[in-house]
C-alpha cells in the first residue's frame, strides 16, 4: 500500500523535469543558446584548462536558457560538449589554417 504525502503536489514529474533538468536542446536551440558573445568567450578562456573553458561556456548557455546553473556530468551533455568543444581544440585551428593556406 503506498502512503500518501501531506504535501501539496504542483508540478507532475513531467513538469519538474522540464523546469528542473538540464534544458534539452534540439539542433536549432543549441545554435541559439550556445553562441557567445566576444566577452563570454574571453571569460571561458580565461579559465584553465579546455574543460573549464567549456563548463563555464554550457553554465553560460544553460543559464541563458533556464536562469539556473547545473551540475552534470559529461555524458549527460555529449552533444552540447561537442559543439562547443571543437572549436577551442587546438589542433582543430591548426586544420583550419592548413584548409584556408590549400
Known sequence: MTAKS???TVLSD?????????????DA???EYLAFTE?????????????A???CLLQIGYFRAKHAFFHF??????DDFC?????LLPW???RAQADHQA
Open 83 to 87: 559543439l562547443r568543444a571543437e572549436p
Open 53 to 55: 573553458q567549456v563548463y
Open 73 to 78: 556530468n559529461w555524458n549527460d551533455v555529449e
Open 14 to 26: 513531467a513538469e519538474q523535469e522540464a523546469l528542473y533538468s538540464l534544458p534539452d536542446f534540439d
Open 92 to 94: 582543430r585551428s591548426n
Open 39 to 51: 566577452a563570454e568567450q574571453a571569460l571561458a578562456s580565461s579559465r584553465p584548462g579546455l574543460h
Open 29 to 31: 536551440q543549441r545554435l
Open 6 to 8: 501531506e504535501r501539496l
